[in-house]
């Protein structure tokens, strides 16, 4: 069993910063997946940001490259989303999540352990 928190967000004005904070407590694979998603009212959960921990490889939605920058501090267990340039259409639930055994690693939905999510608002 592997624990996810996020913690980080909040409300900011558009072209503002975040940066989301996700603690991993439990085993998680050297080769596993750590993933950002997102879901707002009326939409179905997206992929955000990913990053394999065997090799620190990331890959982002096209919505948020250039703009959000996924990492992993190894000492501390924790998982970060930094956002920068924040617009109105970034505004959801956010949730991290992590799964093994996943080549590459995907950004859709198939993770098996999840957060509860931190709620990230943008003003215009």
């Known amino acids: 069993q592997v624990q996810l928190v996020e913690s980080g967000g909040g409300s900011v004005q558009a072209g503002g910063s975040l940066r989301l904070s996700c603690a991993a407590v439990g085993y998680v694979h050297s080769s596993a997946c750590m993933a950002w998603f997102r879901q707002s009212p009326g939409k179905e959960r997206e992929g955000v940001a990913i990053i394999y921990l065997g090799g620190g490889s990331t890959h982002y939605a096209d919505s948020v490259k250039g703009r959000f920058t996924i990492s992993r501090d190894n000492a501390k267990n924790t998982l970060y989303l930094q956002m920068n340039s924040l617009k109105p259409e970034d505004a959801a639930m956010y949730y991290c999540?992590?799964?093994?055994?996943?080549?590459?690693?995907?950004?859709?939905?198939?993770?098996?352990?999840w957060g509860q999510g931190t709620q990230v608002t943008v003003s215009s």
């Open positions: 999540a992590t799964g093994s055994q996943m080549s590459p690693c995907p950004l859709i939905p198939k993770y098996v352990y």
